[in-house]
């Protein structure tokens, strides 16, 4: 298996608008590539984690402004279904360039869905712009609640930022105090559903970022497709982004190779403990 | 050439000559009349046979094999012709052909469409169920009888109860793009060299491995809604992406806290949800290679390169 799949290029960056990277989760590339995209009318909305009706829980939305993508800014650690507003965003909102952050999941749903586009009717070619970001697993809105409320001891009205990141979950809240834990005590409340997944860094993304490899406030970021290859040039023509070369910066590429790897393999371990748990009985594994 | 450019008049750069579907006058038998002067004058020699079998449906997958738009001409200019359709082809009984797509699940109380079904069986090559009714019994499952001017009417059954079927192609109304897919990977499944074959089969199979299911007797993959439900949450597989929701034509799906809330009392048994959650099935080489299978796709129907 290839751990951090196909790409083009792999770099360290982050956006040059200090108003961007004011909450972003890390360099900002998410928001800074769509803000940048849609100015240049390369997508026309994009879908992102929007803010939800409880505190900290997203819910998928169709933003057409760079406030709205502004607004959805930084990482939930809870399932937005991003996938769920993609026909909503062609048939509703009427775009015929649609940007898309996700999950590696995400990613594969939309690129499943591109290729055998069961009950989208013309949508799935008007995606313009696929943003993957990196993932090792995902929590129910519950179990974040849990995390954060039970064990940092946090309201998840006061919290500011969660971040996991040298094996800790971290709560930061909105007058400073930080809370952590170890990641060890989060393990058993992930999404089942994650220890099934083989991919880490978002294979199929047009582009994919995430903070491992790269130093604090920046992300590494790899350009997959010719499509994403096309609008990553020209977005560091426009000098929206500074960037390093992977190689330049500390960890750099082997700690994001070591943790896909590390994922990879405990998951097919996962699946192959799935196929026998029974007595001559097993649980179905999605891979053909 | 094709059927649909002789309807519209479209200008063919040779002209063709049509012969009625006649056994052709048998050659004389002179063993001095070299073989290539027999040849057939048709622009493109290699194509596959298509039927549409239209069965008990709405005439929904009829209009979305017409939404592909210039698409069904390039299919049916370059790859297939198109042997039998109720709507635009002149023959009564169903033919020898390479692939039937048929529409419409199958009325118990209609002889003609028992035997219909069982012909096709007998006569394609490949059967592709067209649509959630022809494979999952659809909105036609709900019915019970009592309707003008068939009152007796009322057991209708997927195609796949009565016949083993091929391909399935879920969805209510199932999609054009999905449609143009199977066609051109059906073609080169029979028509390609190996690594066409090789990839139409990667691509086809999930698709076959839904229709052996459905074959199945006692298969339980009619319950649809309940797939997404027993064979992905019950699973431990839903990480909550939302594209079950996204493809449920009538809104039974929303999502709560994440995962997929189904509304059973909605769901008109299309399979679109199950069929197109990434959980159901997932093939990286497939899925992985979307860039080249996309624009391998899209140079097939655009031969001219416009
Ligand atoms: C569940 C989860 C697990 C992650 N695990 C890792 C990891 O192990 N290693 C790593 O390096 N990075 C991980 N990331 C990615 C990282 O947290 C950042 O999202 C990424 O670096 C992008 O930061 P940014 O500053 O470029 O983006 P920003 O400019 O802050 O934008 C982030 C974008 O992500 C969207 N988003 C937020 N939450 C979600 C969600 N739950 N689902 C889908 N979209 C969402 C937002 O709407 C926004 O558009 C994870 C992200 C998530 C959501
Ligand atoms: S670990 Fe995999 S399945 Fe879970 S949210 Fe992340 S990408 Fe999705
Ligand atoms: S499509 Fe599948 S994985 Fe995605 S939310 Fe629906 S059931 Fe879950
Ligand atoms: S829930 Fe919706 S998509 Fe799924 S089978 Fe029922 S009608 Fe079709």
Redesign the interface.
């Known amino acids: 298996m290839d751990m951090l799949?196909?790409y083009k290029t792999c770099v360290a960056a982050r956006s040059t608008s200090s108003e961007i990277l004011k909450s972003s989760q890390d360099g900002g590339i998410v928001t800074q590539m769509f803000i940048y995209a849609l100015e240049e009318g390369i997508i026309d909305g994009a879908i992102v984690a929007g803010p939800g009706d409880e505190p900290w829980?997203p819910k998928?939305m169709v933003a057409t402004t760079p406030e709205e993508i502004l607004a959805a800014r930084g990482t939930r650690y809870?399932?937005?279904?991003?996938?769920?507003?993609?026909?909503?965003s062609v048939r509703k909102y009427g775009l015929d360039k649609v940007g898309i952050v996700?999950?590696p999941?995400?990613m594969?749903?939309l690129?499943?869905?591109?290729?055998?586009?069961?009950?989208?009717?013309?949508?799935?070619?008007k995606i313009a712009l696929a943003m993957g970001i990196f993932c090792m697993e995902?929590f129910?809105?519950?179990s974040m609640k849990q995390i954060v409320e039970d064990h940092c001891n946090v309201d998840l009205h006061s919290l500011k930022k969660t971040d996991i990141g040298k094996g800790k979950y971290w709560a930061y809240t909105n007058r400073g105090a930080v809370s952590q834990i170890p990641l060890k005590v989060t393990h058993k409340y992930e999404?089942?559903?994650?220890?099934?997944?083989?991919d880490y860094v978002a294979?199929?993304g047009d582009i994919s970022t995430g903070s491992v490899g790269s130093p604090d406030g920046w992300s590494t970021v790899f350009v997959r497709?010719?499509n994403g290859d096309n609008i990553w040039k020209k977005a560091v023509e426009a000098g929206v982004f500074e960037v390093k070369a992977i190689d330049s910066v500390k960890p750099g590429l082997d700690l994001v190779t070591k943790l896909a790897t590390e994922k990879i393999t405990k998951n097919q371990k996962e699946l192959e403990h799935?196929a026998k748990m029974g007595v001559n009985k097993g649980?179905?594994n999605?891979?053909? | 050439m094709g059927l649909l450019s002789l309807i519209f008049g479209r200008k063919e750069k040779k002209p063709v000559e049509v012969k009625p579907p006649q056994p052709v006058a048998t050659p004389k038998p002179v063993a001095s009349v070299k073989q290539e002067s027999h040849k057939e004058e048709r622009p493109v020699s290699n194509k596959i046979t298509l039927g549409h079998v239209h069965m008990s449906g709405c005439i929904g997958c009829c209009v979305s094999i017409a939404d592909t738009y210039g698409g069904l001409f390039t299919l049916l200019d370059n790859y297939a012709d198109l042997v039998y359709s109720l709507t635009l082809v002149d023959v009564r009984h169903i033919p020898k052909m390479d692939v039937a797509l048929v529409e419409g699940s199958v009325c118990l109380q209609d002889e003609l469409s028992i035997e219909e079904i069982k012909e096709t069986r007998e006569r394609a090559t490949v059967v592709v169920a067209l649509g959630g009714c022809s494979a999952y019994g659809n909105i036609t499952r709900f019915s019970r009888g009592g309707q003008f001017n068939q009152p007796q009417h009322e057991s209708y059954v997927p195609i796949s109860k009565l016949i083993d079927v091929d391909v399935y192609i879920p969805g209510c109304a199932p999609n054009p793009e999905v449609i143009r897919n199977v066609a051109v990977m059906a073609y080169l499944l029979l028509k390609g060299n190996d690594a066409q074959k090789k990839l139409a089969t990667a691509y086809l199979a999930p698709l076959m491995a839904l229709a052996k299911d459905g074959s199945r007797i006692e298969s339980d993959s009619e319950a649809c809604g309940c797939d997404i439900m027993l064979k992905v949450i019950n699973q431990g597989l839903c990480m909550g992406c939302g594209t079950c929701a996204a493809s449920c034509p009538v809104f039974a799906i929303s999502m709560e806290y994440g995962k997929p809330n189904i509304d059973r009392e909605m769901c008109i048994k299309c399979g679109a949800c199950y069929s197109s959650c990434p959980r159901s099935f997932f093939s990286f080489d497939v899925c992985g290679d979307y860039e080249n299978i996309l624009g391998a796709i899209t140079a097939a129907m655009n031969p001219g390169g416009n």
């Open positions: 799949g196909k829980k998928p809870n399932i937005s279904p991003n996938m769920a507003v993609i026909k909503e996700g999950t999941c995400q594969q749903a690129r499943k869905a591109q290729l055998y586009p069961v009950g989208m009717r013309y949508v799935t070619d995902n129910s809105y519950q999404q089942p559903g994650c220890h099934v997944c083989l294979n199929m497709s010719t799935r649980l179905r999605p891979y053909i």
